[in-house]
């Protein structure tokens, strides 16, 4: 079992920032990966990021590929989302996601509010 806790998220401009964070609870150096997911107000929740344990390959939903940037610390059990270059339509409520013996494992969520 692990429990997740995210934090980071806020109110910000088009344009900007903002780096999410995942504490997991548990070593993270066995979990083959980890994932951010978000939902936005009456959509289903959609894939965001990937990053594997050993050679840390990462992957993106097309809609963030080249401004949102995964990573993780498997000493800190922490994974991040730096996201950068932020339009109103990345506003959403953001998720951290791991899969251990076939269980699903998600934090509470943090919202990301992206407006003027």
């Known amino acids: 079992q692990v429990q997740l806790v995210e934090s980071g998220g806020g109110l910000v401009q088009p344009g900007g920032s903002l780096r999410l964070s995942c504490a997991a609870s548990?070593?993270?150096?066995?979990?083959?990966?980890m994932d951010w997911y978000r939902q936005a107000p009456g959509k289903d929740r959609e894939f965001v990021a990937r990053?594997?344990?050993?050679?840390?390959?990462?992957n993106y939903a097309d809609s963030v590929k080249g401004r949102f940037t995964i990573s993780r610390d498997n000493v800190k059990n922490m994974v991040y989302l730096q996201m950068d270059s932020l339009k109103p339509e990345d506003t959403a409520v953001y998720y951290c996601?791991?899969?251990?013996?076939?269980?699903?494992?998600w934090g509470q969520g943090t919202q990301v509010t992206v407006s003027l």
């Open positions: 996601n791991v899969v251990i013996l076939d269980n699903d494992y």
């Open positions: 990053v594997t344990s050993k050679y840390k390959i990462t």
């Open positions: 548990r070593s993270t150096v066995s979990i083959y990966r």
